[in-house]
């Protein structure tokens, strides 16, 4: 008989889309309310910002690993509480060095908290579904994200505390359905790795063929992804007279292609090889890159940023399965934090790359280039899935 998907998967699914709208509720406003509180420069106000990032990236090395030691449940439930400080500080917090501590904060928080919840994901269901859930759950984040700043705009965030205070009391409400609801274990083994053995799994999961080749082809596509929320805005703000409302334009094409493809292609890739989500995401991005380059329309940069968004929509579930599949069981928060860090280091140097090709060779340096990039991305996919190195992979 057919395994089936567990309720508390729907339930954390829903809860995960709700979390997303009410952190898209202000976390887009922060910089405005930010610069309203304290007057600081915008270069100082990005710092500050940045510090999130930065913090992230060197926390999951040790934080990210932390939900295989004490379960998934404790993490997801310290990191929502957290959550609930770090979301009321911003309200009430008047000075830039306040705003920073609750920035690195902020970021140790998702360290935390984003490999606990994928594990448990994984943890929860069963292996022919896990596609379809990563979708699934992909979907959620994104509609919280579609409406979150329209609320936030419509109630006054990035110019009054009340959002921020909104915000965490519904992660508030979040924790407490965590300790209600969420089983207090779900298939993990605890009391297991030191933090210097976590790093040797980090180590591990690099030597394995498979997870190898597509953090390289998953770096590659991200720098080709973050060129979308900095230099594709830049771009169009310096070239178009209305180019910050076009950028609106173009990020709600965005969501709105999330949105109504992802329960479709999520179903389609369901029990068919991951190699199809990640050779198909990364021509995708190559082709809409390429068509970047002679975008002049208002129109065509909406809709090619559209077919982009179907890349993005293929990628997104099998860069989660992938490591569901590979990693093994007492140490899947570990290769999600490995993860994790990919993403990190990619959007860490992609808008620095990209910004320097578009200085040096305008729209054909900066969207040529990214082409090739997802070629290359293509290239790194094919190697991991190699059926003979793929095989050796599976059978260790």
Same mark, same amino acid.
């Given at each position: 008989?057919?395994?089936?998907?567990?309720?508390?998967?729907?339930?954390?699914?829903?809860?995960?889309?709700?979390?997303?709208? @009410?952190?898209?509720?202000?976390?887009? @406003?922060?910089?405005?309310?930010?610069?309203?509180?304290?007057?600081?420069?915008?270069?100082?106000?990005?710092?500050?910002?940045?510090?999130?990032?930065?913090?992230?990236?060197?926390?999951?090395?040790?934080?990210?690993?932390?939900?295989? +030691?004490?379960?998934?449940?404790?993490?997801?439930?310290?990191?929502?509480?957290?959550?609930?400080?770090?979301?009321?500080?911003?309200?009430? !917090?008047?000075?830039? !060095?306040?705003?920073?501590?609750?920035?690195?904060?902020?970021? #140790?928080?998702?360290?935390?908290?984003?490999?606990?919840? #994928?594990?448990?994901?994984?943890?929860?269901?069963?292996?022919?579904?896990?596609?379809?859930?990563?979708?699934?759950?992909? *979907?959620?984040?994104?509609?919280?994200?579609?409406?979150?700043?329209?609320?936030?705009?419509?109630?006054?965030?990035?110019?009054?505390?009340?959002?921020?205070?909104?915000?965490?009391?519904?992660?508030?409400?979040?924790?407490?359905?965590?300790?209600?609801?969420?089983?207090?274990?779900?298939?993990?083994?605890?009391?297991?790795?030191?933090?210097?053995?976590?790093?040797?799994? #980090?180590?591990?999961?690099?030597?394995?063929?498979?997870?190898?080749?597509?953090?390289?082809?998953?770096?590659?596509?991200?720098?080709?992804?973050?060129?979308?929320?900095?230099?594709?805005?830049?771009?169009?703000?310096?070239?178009?007279?209305?180019?910050?409302?076009?950028?609106?334009?173009?990020?709600?094409?965005?969501?709105?292609?999330?949105?109504?493809?992802?329960? @479709?292609?999520? +179903? *389609?890739?369901?029990? +068919?090889?991951?190699?199809?989500?990640?050779?198909?995401?990364?021509?995708?991005?190559?082709?809409?890159?390429?068509?970047?380059?002679?975008?002049?329309?208002?129109?065509? *940069?909406?809709?090619?940023? !559209?077919?982009?968004?179907?890349?993005?929509?293929?990628?997104?579930?099998?860069?989660?399965?992938?490591?569901?599949?590979?990693?093994?069981?007492?140490?899947?928060?570990?290769? @999600?934090?490995?993860?994790?860090?990919?993403?990190?280091?990619?959007?860490?140097?992609?808008?620095?790359?990209?910004?320097?090709?578009?200085?040096?060779?305008?729209?054909?340096?900066?969207?040529?280039? #990214?082409?090739?990039?997802?070629?290359?991305?293509?290239?790194?996919?094919?190697? !991991?899935?190699?059926?003979?190195?793929?095989?050796?992979?599976?059978?260790?």
């Amino acid at each position: 008989m057919r395994q089936r998907i567990p309720g508390i998967v729907w339930l954390l699914i829903a809860g995960d889309g709700f979390a997303s709208a @009410f952190r898209f509720l202000v976390m887009p @406003f922060l910089a405005l309310y930010m610069h309203a509180v304290t007057g600081a420069a915008p270069a100082v106000v990005g710092l500050v910002i940045g510090l999130g990032a930065a913090s992230n990236l060197v926390a999951s090395f040790l934080l990210g690993p932390l939900s295989d +030691r004490i379960g998934r449940k404790p993490s997801l439930i310290w990191g929502t509480i957290l959550q609930v400080v770090t979301l009321a500080g911003f309200g009430v !917090a008047h000075t830039l !060095a306040a705003f920073a501590l609750l920035q690195v904060i902020s970021g #140790m928080v998702w360290a935390l908290q984003g490999p606990a919840y #994928m594990a448990m994901l994984t943890d929860l269901t069963p292996e022919s579904y896990r596609t379809r859930v990563f979708g699934f759950n992909y *979907w959620a984040v994104n509609i919280g994200a579609a409406i979150g700043p329209l609320g936030g705009a419509m109630i006054g965030s990035g110019h009054t505390a009340m959002p921020f205070l909104l915000a965490a009391a519904s992660q508030v409400l979040l924790a407490a359905a965590l300790i209600i609801y969420l089983p207090a274990a779900s298939g993990e083994q605890r009391g297991g790795a030191t933090s210097l053995e976590s790093l040797r799994h #980090m180590a591990q999961g690099l030597r394995h063929h498979v997870l190898f080749w597509v953090f390289v082809g998953t770096f590659l596509t991200n720098l080709a992804y973050s060129q979308i929320e900095t230099n594709l805005a830049q771009y169009l703000g310096m070239h178009y007279q209305h180019g910050v409302q076009l950028f609106a334009y173009v990020i709600a094409a965005n969501a709105i292609t999330v949105v109504l493809l992802q329960p @479709f292609l999520g +179903r *389609w890739q369901e029990n +068919r090889p991951m190699l199809l989500g990640f050779a198909g995401g990364s021509i995708i991005y190559a082709i809409a890159n390429a068509l970047f380059i002679f975008a002049v329309a208002p129109w065509a *940069w909406i809709g090619i940023n !559209a077919f982009f968004t179907v890349g993005e929509v293929l990628l997104a579930p099998v860069g989660q399965a992938v490591i569901a599949r590979y990693a093994p069981q007492d140490q899947r928060a570990t290769y @999600f934090a490995l993860q994790n860090i990919v993403f990190g280091l990619s959007f860490a140097v992609g808008p620095s790359l990209g910004g320097l090709a578009l200085s040096v060779g305008s729209k054909f340096g900066l969207f040529g280039s #990214m082409a090739i990039v997802n070629v290359l991305a293509l290239g790194a996919f094919l190697v !991991a899935f190699q059926p003979s190195r793929e095989t050796r992979s599976t059978a260790a």
